[in-house]
């Protein structure tokens, strides 16, 4: 293999090189079948066990048990989105959205365009530099559930609390964070990601819902696009994803061989505190965008003095072998995701970088 640059992209995102070895030595025979699993039936046993495990070693590393279930869809986050209000809104009891991003306002756009989305807070007005604090949620009594994003990949916020509804199911889009750091994971009815940011390829959408829930799906319909079609044959009603589902269940199996999410809390907790620290300490010269309380560990968003310092140092940055550092279109700037995968020297040699990028054009 040749040599890896430091992938800072936000989406599809960097991978943990030893899954991807792993996987580059099973692809042309899967487990002794002389087929590739590009190639195997997904009803075939030996991928029954993978997707089996994978399911397995995800509500583990959750610490979720029996009443939770694992379900994977196509459509990636987006097509969420439109899935949780067709399947768990009405008009009687619409969704309530915290709004903290682009993605949980698009979630949210999904429920108005169907009737049935209501805004329980925003901090749109302040640029989504920060999320929605417990005393601004203002949930209607009547919602069939509360909508968070618990890490907006864009504007490098994230949540460092779950919500209190009082009773009311909460739902959470956790695409950029997933099983990053230790989180009280029972404290959601359902927790959906689009797994290429931070656990495997794109292509799948991971869901981990309690079953009663996933269940309820309206009969009326379509059958695919009822959660309960998906539960009901564990998400084989027809021919999934199997790659990214392979992909997904080798990540989840790596994070486990790590030391589990306490391990991953402490490196990206480490890592996220290098940049940060960057920041802060360069007198004005890098600009975060998220305000303190509610940074992100897994996307670091900031800004220079200028466009053109800012197209320079990502110029200069990607002959270093730092790439994806140029921050989204609608917020500008930089942003460093800096994933599960993303090792700590990564982050080491964009630290250096940076602080030898302010000194040479302060």
């Not at 203002?138 to 509360?146: G, K």
Request: proline share 5%; aromatic share 10%.
């Amino acid at each position: 293999m040749n040599e890896r640059i430091y992938n800072f992209n936000p989406g599809p995102a960097v991978l943990p090189e030893e899954v991807l070895r792993e996987v580059q030595e099973e692809l042309p025979d899967f487990r002794g079948t002389g087929m590739s699993i590009l190639e195997i039936s997904h009803r075939a046993p030996a991928y029954e066990e993978v997707h089996a495990r994978a399911k397995a070693d995800i509500l583990e590393l959750m610490g979720l048990g029996a009443d939770y279930d694992v379900v994977f869809t196509a459509g990636g986050a987006s097509q969420t989105f439109a899935l949780l209000p067709l399947n768990f809104a009405s008009v009687a009891h619409p969704g309530s959205y915290a709004l903290s991003g682009s993605f949980a306002e698009k979630a949210y756009e999904e429920a108005v365009r169907l009737g049935v989305g209501t805004v329980a807070a925003s901090t749109k007005e302040e640029d989504y530099a920060r999320v929605p604090a417990q005393e601004e949620l203002n949930i209607a009594p009547n919602a069939a559930y509360l909508h968070i994003c618990l890490n907006n990949t864009i504007y490098g916020t994230e949540y460092h609390y779950t919500p209190e509804t009082n009773g009311i199911p909460l739902f959470a889009d956790m695409s950029s964070d997933i099983l990053s750091r230790p989180w009280d994971f029972a404290r959601y009815d359902f927790i959906y990601a689009g797994v290429q940011k931070n656990l495997g390829p794109a292509g799948v959408v991971l869901n981990v819902a309690k079953k009663k829930l996933l269940e309820s799906s309206p009969a009326e319909l379509p059958t695919m696009l009822r959660y309960s079609t998906f539960q009901k044959n564990d998400s084989l009603y027809n021919t999934p994803p199997v790659f990214a589902i392979y992909m997904v269940g080798k990540v989840a199996a790596w994070i486990k061989a790590q030391g589990g999410l306490a391990e991953m809390g402490r490196r990206n907790a480490e890592k996220a505190a290098l940049l940060y620290g960057v920041i802060d300490g360069s007198d004005g010269f890098y600009r975060g965008h998220a305000e303190k309380g509610s940074r992100s560990r897994m996307n670091v968003t900031f800004r220079l003095g200028s466009p053109t310092l800012e197209e320079q140092f990502v110029a200069e940055a990607k002959e270093r072998g730092l790439a994806g550092l140029k921050g989204h279109r609608s917020v500008g700037g930089m942003r460093a995701s800096i994933y599960n995968a993303m090792p700590l020297a990564g982050v080491e040699k964009l630290a250096a970088f940076m602080e030898e990028f302010r000194k040479k054009n302060r």
